[in-house]
């Protein structure tokens, strides 16, 4: 499999460790589930880009997965968070870190970390991390959501989310998302953390998985 995915590396660097201009994010020690779920988005036009609907669009649900498991069973250290050429204010990234962790009830934006791990390193079987992506991917994506530019599986429930979030508020927990440093252990929550009564939980869709497994 590392030999059939040289072509994966070419763009998201050795191991898939992410690219070097920070547009192509990191693969190593995702979910499978979530892999899988993005290689099936590309595949089937919910994602847009056409390189990698080219490399996917003759690829069957089996060997997506493979390929999935493949990169999520790579571990590989994090580099340090770069330093931002302009850092953000001491109050933005104070509400960055509100929004990450706790949510904003009134608002109906639930925490990050609802869905993220307690530890924003993501949760199995199919939810991302979220430390160690750049600044600008980060909001790439936020606005992808916005847009239609990106989409899940009804529910989508990021779209709903996006389009509760100010541009404000995307900003500060975009900017102090990308100055946390990873854990040494970066590995995802076993499973997403258990819903509070106080805070706003939303279905979110998948494809099945391949024969049902996990």
Same mark, same amino acid.
């Given at each position: 499999?590392a030999?059939?995915?040289l072509?994966? &590396?070419?763009? =998201?660097?050795?191991q898939?460790?992410a $690219?070097?201009?920070?547009? /192509?994010?990191?693969?190593a %020690?995702?979910?499978? %589930?979530?892999?899988?779920?993005?290689? &099936?988005?590309?595949?089937?036009?919910?994602?847009?880009?056409?390189?990698?609907?080219?490399?996917?669009d003759?690829?069957?649900?089996? /060997?997506?997965?493979?390929i999935?498991? =493949?990169?999520? $069973?790579?571990?590989?250290? /994090?580099?340090?968070?770069?330093?931002?050429?302009?850092?953000?204010?001491?109050?933005?990234?104070?509400?960055?870190?509100?929004?990450a962790?706790?949510?904003?009830?009134?608002?109906?934006?639930?925490?990050?970390?609802?869905? =993220?791990?307690?530890?924003?390193? $993501?949760?199995?079987?199919?939810?991302?991390?979220?430390? $160690?992506?750049?600044?600008?991917?980060?909001?790439?994506?936020?606005? %992808?959501?916005?847009?239609?530019?990106?989409?899940? =599986?009804?529910?989508?429930?990021?779209?709903? #989310? #996006?389009?509760?979030?100010?541009?404000?508020?995307?900003?500060? #927990?975009?900017?102090?998302?990308?100055?946390?440093? #990873?854990?040494?252990?970066?590995?995802?929550?076993?499973?997403?953390?258990?819903?509070?009564?106080?805070? &706003?939980d939303?279905?979110?869709?998948?494809?099945?998985?391949?024969r049902?497994?996990?």
């Amino acid at each position: 499999m590392a030999q059939r995915t040289l072509a994966c &590396i070419a763009c =998201h660097g050795e191991q898939g460790r992410a $690219g070097p201009d920070g547009y /192509y994010p990191r693969l190593a %020690g995702k979910p499978a %589930g979530y892999l899988y779920h993005q290689l &099936i988005n590309f595949r089937d036009g919910r994602r847009h880009y056409g390189l990698m609907t080219r490399m996917v669009d003759v690829l069957n649900d089996d /060997y997506l997965m493979e390929i999935a498991r =493949h990169f999520a $069973g790579l571990q590989a250290p /994090y580099p340090p968070p770069a330093p931002p050429a302009s850092p953000p204010p001491a109050d933005v990234l104070a509400r960055g870190r509100t929004l990450a962790q706790q949510g904003d009830a009134g608002r109906r934006l639930p925490a990050c970390a609802q869905c =993220h791990g307690q530890r924003l390193t $993501g949760a199995l079987p199919d939810v991302p991390g979220l430390l $160690g992506l750049p600044q600008d991917y980060l909001m790439a994506q936020l606005g %992808g959501w916005r847009t239609g530019q990106r989409r899940a =599986h009804a529910p989508d429930c990021m779209a709903s #989310v #996006v389009q509760r979030l100010s541009d404000r508020d995307a900003y500060a #927990v975009v900017s102090w998302l990308a100055l946390q440093p #990873v854990p040494a252990d970066a590995s995802p929550a076993p499973e997403r953390p258990a819903r509070r009564a106080d805070t &706003i939980d939303l279905a979110c869709g998948a494809p099945l998985t391949p024969r049902g497994r996990p």
